[in-house]
C-alpha cells in the first residue's frame, strides 16, 4: 500500500509513487482507496492478468471517455475486453498493470516533464506517445463512488438516476465471467 499527501494535492505524484520500487512478480495492480472491488475480484485478477499479459487493463469504467464508453457499450455480453483506444484519459481507477509496461511508464514518467498533476490525462500522454494499448475490462469489477471526495478535493455533484453508482457496466459478482 501506497500512501501520499500533498500540498496542493497531486494524483500525478501519488501514482508514480505506486509504481517506484515493483516486487518480483507479472503484474501489478493499483487500485484506488475510494474503489469498491466486487465480490470475486481477486480471481478475476487472477484470470485477466494470464489472459493479458502484456496490456494493462482497465478494470473500471464510467460514461467517459465517450468514445470507449460506446464501444464497451456495443460489447456488454459478446467481449470481455474493449481497446480504451486514444482518449483524453486513462480511467486510472484500477489498472492491472503487466510489470514490464509499469515499468516502461514509471520511467517515462520520472524522465519527463508534465505540465498537469492529473494522474489519467498524464497516463493518457503516454499512451499516444508510445501507442501503448490499453484494454478495459467489460464489465467493470470495482465501482467508483463520485460522491467520496477526491484526492485532488473535488466532488461530482449529479449523476444520473442512481446517483452512488458511477461505473459504466459493473459485474455483481466477477466469477461469473470467463475473463
Known amino acids: 500500500m501506497v500512501e501520499h499527501s500533498s500540498s496542493p494535492p497531486d494524483p500525478w505524484a501519488g501514482y508514480k509513487r505506486c509504481l517506484s520500487d515493483l516486487p518480483d512478480c507479472s503484474h501489478v495492480l493499483v487500485i484506488q482507496d475510494d474503489a469498491l472491488p466486487v465480490p470475486g475480484f481477486a480471481d478475476a485478477v487472477q484470470q485477466i492478468a494470464v489472459a493479458q499479459p502484456d496490456r494493462p487493463v482497465c478494470l473500471w469504467m464510467s460514461a467517459l471517455p465517450a468514445n470507449a464508453a460506446g464501444r464497451a457499450r456495443r460489447a456488454h455480453g459478446r467481449q470481455r475486453y474493449i481497446p480504451l483506444g486514444p482518449a483524453p484519459f486513462v480511467p486510472l481507477v484500477c489498472v492491472l498493470w503487466p510489470k514490464q509496461v509499469a515499468e516502461r511508464f514509471a520511467a517515462w514518467g520520472r524522465s519527463t516533464r508534465v505540465a498537469t498533476r492529473a494522474d ?60
Open 120 to 179: 489519467d490525462g498524464n497516463a493518457a500522454r503516454w499512451m499516444r506517445m508510445t501507442r501503448t494499448e490499453f484494454l478495459v475490462s467489460v464489465p467493470s469489477i470495482v465501482e467508483h463512488n463520485d460522491w467520496i471526495p477526491t484526492v485532488k478535493g473535488g466532488r461530482r455533484e449529479t449523476h444520473g438516476a442512481d446517483r452512488g453508482r458511477v461505473a459504466l457496466m459493473l459485474a455483481e459478482d466477477a466469477r461469473r465471467f470467463d475473463w
